[in-house]
């Protein structure tokens, strides 16, 4: 019997030195740690040669306070599958298996032109891939802030500018000269290295950026939207997230101690990647005319994400779903009253769903509920803004 792989597509962006590797290192390599606490689900390396790649570079940091080798100008895919530790009980679901699909781009491409056709083959190559993503994280480097304190609009003013100047390089590549259909249309700011500012939540961040960037974040977001078919359904640096891949302790030498069991925001990747889509979808639709071309392009799979969220309703739900057409262009459409059913469930009412699903052993469920409570709880402890549309 073939499995029914549910797959969501999150792009990284952040200059050489941001932290990309050792965040995607820690991301891995605390999964792994935790498994054994983790009642619910591993994650699995599709690569198993990229899994031990990271899980060394996190063995490193936990261990000797090592940090992960750099890897200029590696344009990587890395995918990571949630394989359920129990067995299910339901005959049906949606889907069997839940992939996250990690693009990372080259941080050192915002900071120079192609140096070559290959290069500059490679970087369109590479952005096509990730105009499959819903959401987008754009890293600004904690340490770079700290470095330009007091003046932290000179590091800011250079980041955005440099990562505006790439997509628009990037833009004339494109094979059309439409707008896009598919493109990630939530681009969060993400304060890597979050750990240097201990006394920080996500508020002081965003009010950072707004105060010392808004020019150039306004920039980005009309050179990112003007990209777009329907750029009304689209959020640009109006979401906020600090995170850290450990706590550090440095010298003039490097790292001398790296407690990699106090990390922050990293538990919010795979709730953001998989959730946040299907909730800005419903907003979207409900505020915008927005088209069915484009809706059919949100938050790919969000129906079949919406029906698991859904399962203690789960007569009604087959019952909705039997009614929507299989095929053409008003799937979307049809979809609405299931994707609305999913948004509203919050609080008490969540965390009812999720007991329920946990005693009925439906582990599917329980895991994306878990994952509703987490980015409930991201932004309770102030690790995660979303922006209220």
């Not at 030195?17 to 935790?34: H, M």
């Not at 330009?148 to 000179?154: L, Q």
């Not at 078919?229 to 640009?236: F, G, I």
């Not at 698991?308 to 057409?325: D, F």
Request: aromatic share 8%; charged share 30%.
């Amino acid at each position: 019997m073939v499995k029914k792989v549910q797959e969501q597509h999150i792009a990284v962006f952040g200059e050489g030195g941001s932290g990309k590797t050792v965040l995607l290192s820690a991301f891995f390599g605390a999964a792994e740690d935790s498994a054994n606490a983790n009642d619910l689900w591993d994650l699995v390396a599709g690569d198993a040669g990229q899994g031990h790649r990271l899980l060394a570079n996190y063995l490193g940091m936990k261990r000797d306070a090592a940090l992960p080798p750099g890897t200029q100008f590696a344009a990587t895919t890395y995918r990571f599958s949630l394989r359920l530790k129990g067995a299910q009980k339901k005959a049906k679901q949606p889907f069997d298996e839940l992939c996250l699909v990690w693009h990372d781009y080259p941080g050192e491409w915002f900071e120079g032109e192609p140096s070559s056709e290959e290069e500059k083959g490679r970087r369109a190559t590479t952005f096509e891939a990730l105009v499959r993503s819903d959401v987008a994280l754009l890293l600004v480097d904690g340490q770079k802030l700290l470095d330009y304190t007091g003046e932290e609009e000179r590091y800011l003013r250079s980041l955005l500018g440099n990562f505006r100047q790439e997509v628009l390089r990037q833009k004339d590549l494109l094979d059309s000269d439409d707008r896009l259909i598919e493109f990630p249309r939530i681009w969060i700011m993400a304060l890597s290295k979050a750990d240097l500012f201990p006394e920080w939540d996500v508020n002081d961040f965003r009010e950072l950026m707004i105060v010392k960037a808004a020019d150039q974040i306004d920039q980005l977001r009309k050179t990112l939207i003007g990209m777009v078919d329907t750029p009304a359904a689209m959020s640009v640096a109006e979401d906020f997230a600090l995170l850290s891949s450990a706590k550090f302790k440095l010298s003039a030498a490097g790292p001398v101690e790296i407690d990699v069991t106090k990390r922050k925001g990293l538990d919010l990747i795979l709730p953001v990647a998989c959730l946040l889509p299907l909730q800005r979808r419903v907003e979207w639709a409900e505020k915008f005319d927005v088209p069915v071309r484009v809706l059919d392009k949100l938050a790919d799979g969000a129906e079949a994400l919406a029906a698991v969220l859904v399962s203690g309703h789960m007569e009604a739900v087959e019952k909705l779903i039997a009614k929507l057409p299989k095929v053409g262009p008003f799937v979307a459409m049809a979809a609405g009253p299931l994707l609305n059913k999913a948004v509203e469930i919050a609080g008490e009412k969540l965390k009812e769903v999720h007991d329920q699903a946990l005693a009925n052993k439906d582990y599917l469920t329980a895991t994306l509920t878990q994952f509703k409570i987490d980015l409930e709880q991201g932004v309770a402890d102030g690790l995660l803004f979303r922006s209220k549309q």
